[in-house]
Structure formats: structure tokens, C-alpha cells
T-cell receptor, first 114, second 114 residues
Framework: GDSVTQMEGPVTLSEEAFLTINCTYT??????LFWYVQYPGEGLQLLLK?????DKGSNKGFEATYRKETTSFHLEKGSVQVSDSAVYFC?????????????FGKGTHLIIQP | DAGVIQSPRHEVTEMGQEVTLRCKPI?????LFWYRQTMMRGLELLIY????????DSGMPEDRFSAKMPNASFSTLKIQPSEPRDSAVYFC????????????FGSGTRLTVV
């Protein structure tokens, strides 16, 4: 079945550091890939997405590129802020449009220290 | 747009009691999803509906769990009887099949069964 693997957390960085959160996936066909962010006590919010190979999703300084050859969708940000502290989830949708639900990774807790 | 609305935000109940969680999707969204989030298992898809029809309930853990969507603006997830291991955060999400957008999640219901 489909699966998403994320690096274990928590990840602790200093403000303005470079961020990478690794994500790899296993799926048949050509899934769409997503990053979601969850702040304490809240639901998940879509951060960015990519629907086909070599697409780059970007939002709020975060970027991720859909790499089919390595089945990866790593999340990056050049300079993190304290406000980026949250849990980040990588996810895939096999149907492309997402009509059959998302498969999530376990989540990576990011802590940014001032 | 009020987003996906879930109620209650918090629920504490005794083992053996019936629990009903409620969800109002975004108007115009025709797919609705119920997820469960625990520390051990992460985010799990329980069931999803397209146009009010249950499509896949293979994620529902046991017969004690049931979900309904009587109309396009309302869904319930019921647990009867509840058990301590059902304690989790339950999220509802909706999306439109006609737009290549991500899911919109509610703020979740934190269920504690004592």
C-alpha cells in the first residue's frame, strides 16, 4: 500500500537557520504530494503541493520539489523564524485530485529557538 | 467562509458511553473525510464520502464506529460503546473535487474516554 516516511523529530534549530525536512514516499502511479502544517491545538493547514514530477510547490518561504526518480518531496526553507515552530506532515494522494483521501507521514515536530 | 466546523472541541466521556462527533463541511465541497490522530499511529483515514455517499470505510477500526452523512452540509462519527483506546483527536476535512486544491481541515475534536 501507499506510505509516506518522514524524518523523525523533534528538529530543533536556531532562528535564521536553513531547514530541511526529508520526505520519501511509496505509491503506484503518479500521486500528488503535499506538505501540511499543524500549530498547537489547531487542525492541519495546507502549506504547499505539487501534482506532477519536477513541480516545485512554494509558500511562505517554504519550498519542495517533486522528485520522482528518488520518490522524494523534501521541505526546505532558507531562514526559519520562531513562528515556524509547528508539526509538519508530508502526504500523498494517489488519485491526483485527492478524492480517495490523503496518506500522511507521522509528522515532524519543528522547534525554532530565538 | 467559516471553514470546516467541528463540534464539540473537547469531549470527555466514560467508557461504555455513546459519543457523537459532528462536522459541517465547507459549502460546495462534495468530499468529506474523517481522520483520527494519535501519538502512536499518527493520522489515519477512517472513512470518506463523495456526494454524501460513503466510498471507503476500510479505515474504521471496529463495528463500534459508524459514520453518516445525511446531507451535503452535515456528517457525524459515532462510537458506541466507547473505550479508553478510542481517545484521540478526530479531524474532519472537506474538499471540492472540481478544484485541484488541498483539503480543508476542521480544528478537531479531542476525545478522552475514561
Amino acid at each position: 500500500g501507499d506510505s509516506v516516511t518522514q524524518m523523525e523529530g523533534p528538529v530543533t534549530l536556531s532562528e535564521e537557520a536553513f531547514l530541511t525536512i526529508n520526505c520519501t514516499y511509496t505509491a503506484t502511479g503518479y500521486p500528488s504530494l503535499f506538505w501540511y502544517v499543524q500549530y498547537p491545538g489547531e487542525g492541519l493547514q495546507l502549506l504547499l503541493k505539487a501534482t506532477k514530477a519536477d513541480d516545485k510547490g512554494s509558500n511562505k518561504g517554504f519550498e519542495a520539489t517533486y522528485r520522482k526518480e528518488t520518490t522524494s518531496f523534501h521541505l526546505e526553507k532558507g531562514s526559519v523564524q520562531v513562528s515556524d515552530s509547528a508539526v509538519y506532515f508530508c502526504a500523498l494522494s494517489r488519485s491526483g485530485g485527492g478524492a480517495d483521501g490523503l496518506t500522511f507521514g507521522k509528522g515532524t515536530h519543528l522547534i525554532i529557538q530565538p | 467562509d467559516a471553514g470546516v466546523i467541528q463540534s464539540p472541541r473537547h469531549e470527555v466521556t466514560e467508557m461504555g458511553q455513546e459519543v457523537t462527533l459532528r462536522c459541517k463541511p465547507i459549502s460546495g465541497h462534495n468530499s468529506l473525510f474523517w481522520y483520527r490522530q494519535t501519538m502512536m499511529r499518527g493520522l489515519e483515514l477512517l472513512i470518506y464520502f463523495n456526494n454524501n455517499v460513503p466510498i471507503d470505510d476500510s479505515g474504521m477500526p471496529e463495528d463500534r464506529f459508524s459514520a453518516k452523512m445525511p446531507n451535503a452540509s452535515f456528517s457525524t462519527l459515532k462510537i458506541q460503546p466507547s473505550e479508553p483506546r478510542d481517545s484521540a483527536v478526530y479531524f474532519c476535512a472537506s474538499r471540492s473535487a472540481t478544484r485541484l486544491s488541498g483539503y480543508t481541515f476542521g480544528s478537531g475534536t479531542r476525545l478522552t474516554v475514561v
